[in-house]
């Protein structure tokens, strides 16, 4: 049997500072889709890990264990493999690895994103917890306020490449108006 | 141009793709040829005014829109989910 290596969806691409903009990969750990079932108790995702299930454009929990929504009738559990309690109550699907998970942090990590997704990004408006499903560049992701300059970041794992590419240029034009 | 999805808010037009008059909401319940399956399939109004369209909002939630616009003004009036309309006999 061969022994293969596994590599992180980023492998070799970042981190990447630029002015006061980083870019930096995130290991989310188990990432799982829960949808709930009809006739499922929604509550269960807080009684087996902690975190509510969240609201449409909100996440729960904290780094490491979050649960972030991620489109209509779904939500990621981002962190701990899910506890077999909550099979009754929603449909689950493992997603670890179609995931590239980055995090944008730094006093321009908001201007950054500003020119990539068509979000209002004001702090008051996308607060901390606040998530989205939106583009980023020209591909569909999921973008995460986690603190005041902190973003988390998701594109499909093809598009990882694709997305630290045009993140870092966006870093650099901001960086170069200075 | 921007459209207010019922879930995420106000959002950009660049995120939705076009599907066309809301008239898919009503197919007809039988299965045999009849007039009502020609004007689902063949027949649309061309108005100067409010109409409803579906939008899908693709590169969002994921979910399907019934947006009342107008064609005169382009002013977008009111979004919901379309499984909202459907599900209330729209």
């Known amino acids: 049997m061969a022994s293969l290596i596994a590599k992180s969806p980023c492998a070799g691409m970042a981190p990447i500072s630029v002015g006061d903009a980083a870019l930096r990969e995130v290991d989310p750990g188990v990432i799982t889709s829960l949808s709930p079932l009809a006739g499922g108790d929604v509550g269960a995702l807080k009684a087996a890990h902690g975190m509510a299930f969240p609201a449409p454009g909100r996440a729960s929990g904290k780094a490491g264990a979050r649960a972030v929504w991620s489109g209509r009738g779904q939500a990621f559990l981002i962190g701990p493999a899910p506890d077999a309690a909550l099979k009754a109550h929603f449909a689950m699907t ?11 942090e730094g006093t321009a990590a908001r201007e950054v994103l500003a020119r990539l997704c068509p979000l209002d990004l004001r702090p008051d408006r996308f607060k901390r917890g606040h998530t ?13 306020r986690v603190g005041a300059d902190s973003f988390d970041l998701m594109v499909f794992r093809s598009m990882a490449q694709t997305a630290v590419h045009e993140i870092e240029e966006a870093m650099k034009s901001v960086a170069a108006r200075g | 141009m921007r459209i207010p999805c019922p879930l995420c808010g106000d959002r950009d037009h660049r995120e939705f793709t076009y599907k066309g008059a809301a008239v898919a909401l009503d197919r007809p319940g039988n299965s045999d040829w009849s007039d009502d399956w020609d004007s689902y399939i063949h027949l649309r109004d061309n108005p100067a005014g409010d109409t409803d369209e579906m939008w899908w909002h693709g590169a969002g939630c994921g979910g399907w ?22 599900g209330a006999g729209a």
Do not use: P
């Open chain 2, 65 to 86: 829109l019934v947006v009342t616009r107008n064609t005169v003004t382009h002013e977008v009036k009111a979004a919901r989910m379309a499984a909202d309309v459907k």
């Open chain 1, 132 to 144: 989205a499903r939106t583009l980023i560049g020209h591909m569909t992701g999921s973008v995460t």
């Open chain 1, 94 to 104: 493992d997603q670890s690895d179609g995931w590239a998970v980055l995090g944008l």
